[in-house]
Structures are given as structure tokens and as C-alpha cells.
């Protein structure tokens, strides 16, 4: 069964996918495969570096990935620009791991974890969509706190993504990680017993 795993920035999506990996489930993760192709010597690094200029890599010839956020977030056809050039690759490779881990047998849990499948319009390729939900005010803290950003530049962030109450409502399972770990730990047990016994 191929699930797709999304959520808000800064919801702990990654604590889940790591509950999730240590039980059994082959995570394939986008942000890894976003990394992986924009390493230098990469065509389509070099094909961002042609669209917004050199000065997005950084000395030793990588992307320099916080000055792009900065760049894109506010400016959505920036973000779109970017968008364009990366995503189909991204979109082929995570196709192509979900494939390579569901061959492994007809029980296996695949679990395709997307920060933006609903922006993405990637929602039908998912049996089951999985939701790491905390509430929008949490959400702004955490991210605040993590990134070190002002109020202003988290909310940008924030407004760049599909609003974390609208994800909660599309999906089919929700993981509300606004409590203790041990809350959080209990529903992902609860969700693979749910999974599994489909």
C-alpha cells in the first residue's frame, strides 16, 4: 500500500516518518530527493543557476538553500519558476523508489513523505493520505524558533503552503503532534494497526 505523508511546516512531519520507518514502513522522502538533485555537478543545479544567477550557490558550488527560500517564498512567480524546473525530476525519482519498494511484496507499507502533495496536485497517487497536524499558532512558534525567523518572515513561509486546517480536512488519517511524544508515538501505532488490517 503506497501512502502519502504530508503536513505544514514545522508539524514534525519527520518525527512521524521516523515512528514510522523504526516500525516497519520504507519511507521514500522528498526533501532527501530534493537535496540529491540540486548536488553540485547536477544538470538541474546548473539549470537554476542559469535561471536566478550565480549568486544561489554557494563557494563550493552547492545551492545555497536559505537564500533561495528567501528569495522564492514571497515571490510565488519566482516560486514557480523553481518549481518548474525541479519537480518533475523529483516527482519521476519518488515515483520510481515507491515502485522499487512496493515490488518487495503485496504487505509492504510504502510511505511517501511530501511536504506539499496537496499543492503538488499529487494527492491521487496515494492510496491513503496521512496528515501531521499541530494548530497554526503552534505551527508559527515551532517554525519560528527552529529557523530563527522574525514573525513576518515565518508567516511568509506559512503562506506559502496550503493552510494546515485545509490539509487536516482533505485527509484521510490525522496525526495531531501537538501533545507529548508519547501521544504522538500511540497514534502512529494506532494508524499502522488501522492500515494494516485493511
Same mark, same amino acid.
Given at each position: ?18 515512528? *514510522? ?13 530534493? /537535496? ?30 536559505? /537564500? ?47 511536504? *506539499? ?31 530563527? *525567523? ?45 492500515? /494494516?488490517?485493511?
Amino acid at each position: 500500500m503506497r501512502i502519502g505523508l504530508t503536513g505544514g511546516i514545522a508539524t514534525g512531519k519527520s518525527t512521524v516518518s521516523r515512528l *514510522l520507518e523504526a516500525r516497519g514502513v520504507r519511507i521514500v522522502d522528498a526533501d532527501v530527493i530534493a /537535496r540529491d538533485v540540486m548536488n553540485p555537478g547536477q544538470p538541474l543545479l546548473a539549470a537554476v543557476a542559469e535561471r536566478f544567477g550565480p549568486e544561489f550557490l554557494l563557494p563550493e558550488g552547492g545551492l545555497d538553500r536559505r /537564500r533561495m527560500a528567501e528569495h522564492i517564498f514571497n515571490r510565488p512567480q519566482e516560486r514557480e519558476a523553481l518549481n518548474a524546473i525541479v519537480h518533475p525530476a523529483i516527482r519521476a525519482e519518488i515515483r520510481r523508489q515507491v515502485d522499487a519498494y512496493e515490488a518487495e511484496g503485496p504487505g509492504t507499507l510504502v510511505a511517501a513523505d511530501i511536504p *506539499l502533495l496537496y499543492e503538488s496536485g499529487l494527492e491521487e497517487l496515494y492510496e491513503k493520505i496521512v496528515v501531521v497536524y499541530v494548530p497554526r499558532e503552534l505551527q508559527l512558534s515551532r517554525l519560528m524558533l527552529r529557523d530563527g *525567523l522574525s514573525p513576518e518572515q515565518a508567516q511568509g513561509r506559512l503562506n506559502a503552503q496550503l493552510d494546515i486546517e485545509d490539509k487536516k480536512r482533505r485527509a484521510d488519517y490525522v496525526i495531531d503532534n501537538s501533545g507529548s511524544p508519547e501521544n504522538t508515538e500511540r497514534q502512529v501505532e494506532r494508524l499502522l494497526e488501522s492500515l /494494516r488490517a485493511r
